[in-house]
């Protein structure tokens, strides 16, 4: 889709070449952390969906790959940060060299209960690795391993992430106008 076509898109923020370029940078960190073994991918649903593919087909180690979705909600007091398993896994970690897929790491809260779930589960390693990075809002500090972008804070849609479920499908990423933020 062209950016001046979809509504409320202020600017493009990664244009596919640049995410493409960047992704192979990763790839490539990736695939010489984990020469000589296995790795498995594991993606938050449902953002993560096309990074994770992009970033698979670049990673030069024999992968497997799941996924799992969560949902997050406010308690009574109107506290964020509340995070459940809505879909799990459809396999076991055990023993395995997990990679974390994420579409972007804001508040830190969805990483962090994550990072503890898997954790519980005894993989051999478990490392993260996310398309963006909005540190600037972070409220609990989790490690994030490999990253693509660092971004402002302004809300983004393309490449996995969503503005009502909408525009996941771009193939590159968008800063919304102000007036569209939710
Ligand atoms: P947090 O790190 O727990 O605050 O949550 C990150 C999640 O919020 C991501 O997985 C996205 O689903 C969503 N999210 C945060 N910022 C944006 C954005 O700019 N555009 C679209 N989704 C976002
Ligand atoms: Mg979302």
Not at 20 to 43: M, N, P, W
Not at 50 to 76: H, Q, T, Y
Not at 147 to 163: K, M, Q, S
Not at 165 to 176: E, G, K, S
Request: aromatic letters at 8%; glycine letters at 8%; a negative charge.
């Amino acid at each position: 889709m062209n950016p001046d076509d979809i509504p409320g898109v202020e600017r493009v923020l990664f244009t596919a070449e640049q995410i493409d370029a960047r992704i192979g940078e990763v790839a490539a960190q990736i695939s010489q952390k984990y020469k000589g073994g296995h790795l498995k991918l594991i993606g938050v649903l449902k953002g993560s969906v096309f990074f994770m593919a992009a970033l698979a087909r670049r990673i030069e180690v024999p992968l497997k790959i799941d996924f799992l979705a969560i949902s997050s909600f406010s308690n009574k007091t109107g506290a964020p940060g509340l995070v459940r398993i809505a879909k799990d896994l459809d396999e076991n970690i055990e023993g395995e060299d997990v990679l974390l897929i994420e579409d972007i790491v804001d508040t830190g809260f969805t990483l962090r209960y994550l990072l503890q779930t898997l954790s519980s589960r005894g993989p051999n390693s478990l490392a993260v690795c996310t398309f963006l990075d909005r540190t600037s809002r972070r409220i609990v500090q989790v490690p994030v391993d490999y990253r693509c972008f660092e971004i402002p804070d302004r809300f983004v849609v393309g490449f996995g992430l969503d503005y009502h479920q909408l525009y996941r499908n771009l193939d590159f990423v968008a800063v919304m106008k102000p007036e569209r933020n939710s």
